[in-house]
């Protein structure tokens, strides 16, 4: 929220340092998000009237202006705006003045024109109102006069506030300025409008028909209206606040609402159908031109204005209808002032897409108790335009909030803020900010809440009150005290150690988007019926939860592909979603590990596989040839942990590459995390390392093509029992010389003891035992 500081010091003296009311600002929780300095560096800046605008030849884009500055002789400028006439009133700046912007005017040619001072829009003069054409000013200034005293300007700070949600009265000058006058021990009063007395009995009939929705409405009829422009003090406070001038009745309206934070609006009584107001919900089918001139379409939950015939003529607490906008010829008008449900507005200006300053406001919740003085306040800005009250207000009122005190513990404030304070400092921070206190014992008070802070409910609100008028900065920085102290679980230990086995194996941590596309699945040969489909999708094309990590690691392979970076090794560790088996309401959720190694084939992906089995400690696994969609038909197999699956490891499918345009083989490894470390694992045995020779030997078998390398491995190791210390398999081979569906793998063995050296007798024997035992346990042939 924009707000002059000037404004304020209507309500509260603020003779201090710029630097201590924004950081007093800024402890109140009312952060300054930006400073603005205006009507500065204008000296050199007066009102020139346009005396004759001509065409430069071979310039189409600017024209030589000539002006009456008030010197002897008139000024040629030369100006590229053409929003003004001849006879228009403008600001010129002339020749050796400096802009607020830095800009320093200087006699020129242009086209060969000549050019003595610049004629000015307003962002040039520090004003808002942008560049789009130059500031024409009153008619009625005289050629020669400071710019600053036509426009009534006077050096000016503007702050641009962050308020939140919970401070609804800060969306005032009235409640900003009670703030600062509190925290600074300044008086504080707000002025009480001069209104004339009543001329007449005429008013508004008002009926409310939901009381709920509408707490409170007032109507005031004002007669004797000439409508026209603002005086120039209020336009100027209206634009340095951010909102255009339009003419006295609406800036009014605006004025009041941004001083005490109560919107109003006025109805042109002539057009205001029985001219009276009536409150309900919407009706099926009901549609409304606002002052936008956009046709809305209203749905049962909105709340209307209507006219005295029961026809819509505004959305209660967001924006009037067309069909009563005040215009020039306007001479009565009804005025409304109201107290809304907040959730009612709220729900409504979300659904018609329609946000304004007043819903703003009411949304978040007004002063109903403040109405009256709204009201004053608008009759007090209009009556020099002739308006005068035509008789009494319209005042109904409905269900408004309950507001019962709150007993605030002095022991409570301490314990929270970890504060001293007794009970006549904490009165002293609530009550000059309308929180008044009444002593019920030692050590409590009881609270009346304000009006204007619907947000306050509750003892933990009161406090926060304390705190701020405090000072957060008063307060010793503490630290929570608990017998329980952060740490990592178990499983979160042993997915980091995944993480640093992949880091440790040479592949970069990836991350790719848990949204895809009916077009990724079916690329990697996924099948898209077993997604989640997402009813509201950041990208409507990305509407399926992944089943697998495999679309997007190996779309990050392609795209380094593209880049001409081969032979990237990649891992993530993320979710993936599949629809909910019979029985599961949520979709099975599954946390996964996965890595690809572009260039390399499965044996890359199951020494992967072996790191981080070692790392993990697991004991008991197998890899078991399988099929995966998405993974090569005949160079897969799944990893079998304590007799269950937890993954699946090979290559990716040729298919799947070619439709990514990856020109080289690619290893995969993917792990379910939740099954895999909630598997036995960790438990290492340490053995001495023996100091005695070891001793190899060669053995090649047989087997089907059906039986994993792996399994084959295993018993090797096992059946050597404590004298095997490491299988490692050199060589598989399929030809012609092998049957058909048969295969040849060839490990290397290693016999070592820890207390001796073996004797050739000794590895004989164990060799046969190796033989016999990988014979008995698979279909398996020693070769010759």
Known sequence: MRLPLSWLCDFTSLDLPLDDVLATLNDLGLAVESVERVGEGLDGVVAARVLDIAAIPGADRIRAVTVDAGTSAPVPVVCGAWNFTEGDLVPLATVGTVLPGGLEITARRMKGAPSEGMLCAPDELGLPGGHDGILVLDDDAVPGSPVGEVLGIRPDVVVDLEVNANRPDAMSVVGVARDLAARLGLAFAIPEPKVLPTE?????????????????????VLTGLTVGPSPAWLARRLTLAGMRPINNVVDASNYVMLELGQPTHPYDRRRLAGGGLRVRRARPGETLVTLDGSERSLHSADLVICDADDQPVGIAGIMGGASSEIDPTTTEVVLEAAWFDPLSISTSSRRLKLRSEASARFEKGCDWAGIDRAVARFC????????????????VVGQ?????????????????LGTDLDDGRIAGYLDPIGFTTTPVAEGALDVELPSWRLDSGTEIDVIEEVARLHGYRAITPTLPRSALTGGLTPYQRDRRTVRQILVGAGADEAWSATFVSSDDL????LDRREAVVVTNPLVAAESLLRTSLLPGLVGAVAANARRRQPGVALFEVGHTFRRPPPGQQLPDEVEAAAYAAAGRDAAEAVTAWHLVAEGLVLTDWSLEATTAAGLHPTRTAQVVVAGEAVGVVGEIDPAVLAAHEIGERVAWLELDLGHLLGAGHGNDRY?????????????????????????????????????????????????????????????TVRFQAPDRTLTDEEVATARARLVAAVEASHPAVLRA
Do not use: H, K, M, W
């Open 200 to 220: 007449g009995v005429l008013s508004a009939p008002v009926e409310v028909d939901d009381p709920v929705g509408c707490g409170r409405f007032v109507a005031q």
């Open 380 to 395: 007090e800005l209009l009556a020099p335009s002739g308006a005068v009250p035509a008789g009494p207000a319209a005042d």
């Open 400 to 416: 408004l909030p309950e507001r019962p005190p709150v007993r605030l513990r002095t022991s409570r404030v301490n314990q929270v």
């Open 522 to 525: 079916e690329r990697c040969l």
């Open 687 to 747: 053995r001495p390392v023996s100091r005695f020779p070891s001793s190899d030997i060669d053995l090649a078998f047989e087997v089907d093509v059906a039986t994993p390398a792996a399994a084959v491995a295993r018993t090797l190791s096992r059946a050597g029992a404590d004298l095997v210390v490491d299988v490692a398999l050199f060589d598989v081979y399929r030809g012609d010389q092998l049957a058909a569906g048969r295969r040849s793998l060839a490990f």
